[in-house]
Nanobody, 120 residues
C-alpha cells in the first residue's frame, strides 16, 4: 500500500509561485516507480479535476488552464512528486490532492490534500 503525504500549500498572491510536494512514504523505490502519479484539484461545488499527471510512457497530461504555468516533475530517489505552480491565478484556489495509480492493477491511493489559496 502507498501512503501519500502532501505539503507546500498555503496562501499566495496572484502572479506568485508555489511548489507542492507529495512523498510516497513507506514505499520502496520499486513500488514508487510502478505507479503513475499526479495531482487533482477540488473547489467548492465542483468535481475533483485533474491538474497534472504522469501517464505510462512518461507523458504528462496537464489541464488546459494550467498549461505553461504549472510543471509536474518527480524525483525517484526521494519518492516524491512535485507540482511547481507559477503565475498562479485566483481560480487556482482549491484543495490539491496527490494520487498514485498502480499501472498493472489500477489501484489508486490518495493523499489527504493540501490547500492552496490565491489572493487577487
Amino acid at each position: 500500500q502507498v501512503q501519500l503525504v502532501e505539503s507546500g500549500g498555503g496562501l499566495v498572491q496572484a502572479g506568485g509561485s508555489l511548489r507542492l510536494s507529495c512523498i510516497a512514504s513507506r514505499a520502496i523505490l520499486s513500488t514508487f516507480i510502478a505507479h503513475d502519479m499526479g495531482w487533482y484539484r477540488q473547489t467548492p461545488g465542483k468535481q475533483r479535476e485533474l491538474v497534472a499527471g504522469f501517464t505510462s510512457g512518461g507523458v504528462i497530461n496537464y489541464q488546459d488552464s494550467v498549461k505553461g504555468r504549472f510543471t509536474l516533475s518527480k524525483d525517484n530517489s526521494r519518492k516524491t512528486v512535485y507540482l511547481q505552480m507559477n503565475s498562479v491565478k485566483p481560480e487556482d484556489t482549491g484543495d490539491y490532492y496527490c494520487y498514485a495509480r498502480r499501472r498493472n492493477t489500477g489501484a489508486e491511493y490518495w493523499g489527504k490534500g493540501t490547500q492552496v489559496t490565491v489572493s487577487s
